[in-house]
């Protein structure tokens, strides 16, 4: 989704190397040089990658009106605008194998015989491989998908409209040989490392575990969540970490759990007191995907308003799943923020922004400023709030929090007024 209309999704990153500070002249011709480029002679590479402006797949014309922005009260602008152009040139093995029987079929035509020769079909082999290289040189099978990319020079973050591996690996390198800069997901355990290591504490870091917040669940039954049986219970398996970012990536699903115990004790919302943000209103709602953090009683998903409340969610809570997704309100003193994130890789997803106030009605450019300046608040916001988890979680007072939160599990009952909503979808797996 791009940035400048509707809801955005985005991949953040931090920038790590001698970036450049500010959007000069500089930044944009190394944008140029960097620009897509078709190939001009031959079939092309299966995938091509290049910079473009971002206003639209063919324009590699980058100026300081259509790719600098200032955020507001800036003296210069520290935000660069542009996207990521992404060509695949893939022929279907089906039309390949048409051509090779097509070509076959000539030949045994031809034969006395009527059956094509090894050498006949070796050669029918090459003529279609050669019709196929023609088709990828004319540009027959390509299929162009342009990513939108915001870079904060100020604050070292990029943001990727997009998650897909391949899309970020080729971002990635060009990055990389463009700027001479390399791009660190800002999953959960890479944004916790950086925040506790900054305040000289690597070693609590390392140290962290997962929390068992249940006993493991019995396969066959309802498991056992009395005190003892949940210190007994041996490590959380957490399947899903082994192709995460950062092997602490569950403190994700940690922090998500942690916002649904302290929205659930204190009302509709809770009130996250951060250093940066300040007071920040957080609530779960619209969605919540869970998985068994054991890797026993599978995954479920819910879908409605207030999910977090339905029977199948404390159920789930109970035999050991924990959130890996759900629907965000963030709330601070200038705006609200609805959104969806996945914990452990910390991916945001269809956030709406909130309408910018302003006095008269903005150019089409202070308009994407404003929303730009926007996303880049979402994403500070919400790293505001995941500090004073982290802060929280290797604290002494994490031992209290997580007390409380199996007790919260065990005893978690659903009011009668909302048990049996109509306006629910739930999948189980």
Request: aromatic share 4%; charged share 25%; net charge negative.
């Given at each position: 989704m791009p940035f400048d209309t509707g809801r955005v999704t985005f991949t953040r990153f931090h920038v790590a190397g001698d970036a450049p500070p500010r959007v000069d002249d500089t930044v944009l011709s190394i944008l140029s040089e960097h620009r897509f480029r078709e190939s001009d002679v031959g079939a092309p590479d299966e995938v091509e990658a290049g910079f473009t402006t971002g206003a639209h797949l063919f324009d590699t014309r980058f100026t300081l009106e259509k790719n600098g922005y200032a955020p507001a009260g800036a003296a210069a602008a520290t935000l660069v605008y542009f996207a990521l152009r992404v060509d695949t040139h893939k022929v279907p093995a089906e039309v390949k194998r048409a051509y090779r029987v097509m070509n076959e079929q000539s030949a045994a035509a031809a034969s006395p015989t009527g059956y094509a020769s090894k050498s006949e079909k070796r050669q029918a082999r090459e003529t279609a491989n050669e019709q196929v290289r023609q088709e990828l040189a004319d540009g027959k099978h390509r299929r162009s998908k342009l990513v939108p990319v915001l870079w904060d020079l100020a604050a070292r973050r990029l943001y990727c409209g997009a998650t897909g591996t391949t899309?970020?690996?080729?971002?990635?390198?060009?990055?990389?040989?463009?700027?001479?800069?390399?791009?660190?997901?800002?999953?959960?355990?890479?944004?916790?490392?950086?925040?506790?290591?900054?305040?000289?504490?690597s070693r609590d870091y390392e140290d962290l575990r997962p929390s068992a917040f249940t006993a493991a669940p019995d396969a066959t039954g309802p498991e056992d969540t009395n005190e003892s049986a949940v210190e007994t219970s041996g490590g959380v398996v957490l399947p899903w970490i082994a192709k995460s970012v950062d092997l602490k990536d569950y403190l994700g699903n940690e922090f998500l759990l942690w916002l649904w115990w302290r929205g659930e004790r204190e009302g509709e919302s809770s009130a996250v007191e951060t250093e940066a943000s300040g007071e920040v209103f957080v609530a779960l709602d619209k969605a919540l995907d869970m998985d068994c953090a054991w890797d026993r009683t599978g995954k479920q998903t819910l879908r409605g308003e207030h999910p977090t409340r339905l029977p199948e969610a404390g159920d789930a809570l109970r035999t050991g799943k924990w959130p890996r997704?759900?629907?965000?309100?963030?709330?601070?003193?200038?705006?609200?923020?609805?959104?969806?994130?996945?914990?452990?890789?910390?991916?945001?997803?269809?956030?709406?922004?909130?309408?910018?106030?302003?006095?008269?009605?903005?150019?089409?450019?202070?308009?994407?400023?404003?929303?730009?300046?926007?996303?880049?608040?979402?994403?500070?916001?919400?790293?505001?709030?995941?500090?004073?988890?982290?802060?929280q979680r290797t604290s002494a007072g994490w031992s209290h929090d997580r007390e409380a939160i199996r007790g919260w599990i065990r005893s978690r009952h659903v009011p009668a007024s909302l048990a049996g909503r109509p306006d629910r979808e739930t999948v189980a797996v």
């Open positions: 899309v970020i690996e080729h971002l990635s390198r060009l990055m990389r040989q463009a700027f001479a800069v390399d791009l660190e997901a800002l999953s959960a355990g890479t944004l916790a490392g950086s925040l506790i290591k900054a305040e000289g504490r997704k759900a629907g965000l309100i963030l709330a601070d003193a200038d705006g609200q923020w609805e959104l969806t994130l996945q914990g452990d890789a910390m991916v945001i997803g269809g956030a709406t922004l909130p309408e910018p106030e302003s006095a008269e009605a903005p150019t089409p450019r202070d308009r994407l400023a404003q929303r730009l300046e926007l996303v880049t608040r979402l994403g500070a916001t919400l790293d505001a709030v995941y500090a004073a988890f982290v802060q």
